[in-house]
């Protein structure tokens, strides 16, 4: 929860139309109005912010100063974000009552856009064969995101913890090797509309869409190859 009302605020004697509360009443009562206030301003806010499927919002409107006194709102409401009008994680919805006489205000509002990230469910030692029991999606403030990191438990299957990692901790690309060296991989060549399929043997740790060299076990050559998934590279050619 963060400070109170902004500063900055106007009214004259009335408020919501969609209220039916009287001025001079009781302090729960004004309790009830501000709390009315902040979920308008809230559910403004909640219109405007555009979302992935897989994402979360969480939204907290300011608490209004209780000394505040606000009565019935007979006209029309708005609500508006001045300046740019663009939603922010800390904005300022101001509201407006269009009668005589009206009032003004403006509620600060923060917002959280959440979005799932596949993190260690418990303790991974170092060298660990990465299993759906290892993993977890947890919920993370998309501004404390950082690095690659995965939003789907499958994209991690089968690749191998290169350091010892926290439960709850993201888990980086940086972090695995997708092929490590001495695996044996299924070598994907592709030339013009044929592909090509060989075994071969990592010659050094690789994660998603690295370039990493592979013994060709038929032709003995080491070749550069992109690393498409667990055990598995890619060659063009």
Same mark, same amino acid.
């Given at each position: /929860?963060? /400070? ?6 106007? =009214? ?12 001079? $009443?009781?302090?729960?009562? !004004? ?8 979920? !308008? ?5 909640? *219109? ?16 209004? #100063?209780? +000394? %505040? &006194? ?16 663009? %939603?922010? +994680?800390?904005?300022?919805? !101001? ?10 205000? =403006?509620?600060?509002?923060? $917002?959280?856009?959440?979005?799932? %990230?596949?993190?260690?469910? #418990?303790? $991974?030692? +170092? ?11 947890? !919920?993370? #403030? *998309? ?28 888990? +980086?690309?940086? &972090? ?8 044996? %991989? ?17 010659? *050094?740790?690789?994660? =998603? ?16 190859? &992109?690393?498409?998934?667990?055990? &598995? ?5």
């Amino acid at each position: /929860m963060f /400070m109170g009302t902004f500063a900055r605020f106007t =009214f004259r004697p009335a408020f919501l139309g969609w209220l039916s509360v009287l001025l001079l $009443i009781t302090t729960p009562a !004004y309790a009830s109005i501000h709390e009315d206030i902040r979920r !308008y301003a809230e559910d403004h806010v909640r *219109e405007l912010v555009s979302l992935q499927p897989e994402d979360k919002l969480e939204i907290n409107a300011a608490n209004i #100063d209780t +000394r %505040v &006194q606000l009565t019935e709102c007979l006209g029309k409401l708005t609500a508006d974000i001045r300046g740019s009008g663009e %939603v922010r +994680r800390n904005t300022h919805v !101001y509201l407006q009552c269009h009668e005589q006489p009206g009032w003004e205000l =403006f509620v600060p509002v923060r $917002i959280k856009i959440l979005k799932p %990230v596949v993190t260690a469910a #418990d303790p $991974i030692a +170092r060298n660990t064969l990465l299993q759906n029991q290892h993993l977890t999606i947890d !919920y993370q #403030d *998309e501004v404390l995101i950082r690095g690659d990191v995965f939003s789907d438990v499958n994209d991690l299957l089968g690749s191998r913890s290169k350091r010892d990692l926290r439960p709850g901790q993201p888990i +980086r690309s940086s &972090q695995l090797c997708v092929v490590c060296k001495g695996d044996k %991989v299924s070598i994907v060549a592709q030339t013009g509309g044929l592909t090509v399929n060989t075994d071969g043997i990592a010659k *050094e740790d690789g994660s =998603f869409n690295d370039n990493v060299r592979v013994s060709n076990l038929n032709s003995g050559r080491v070749i550069s190859a &992109q690393v498409l998934g667990a055990g &598995q590279v890619k060659v063009n050619l």
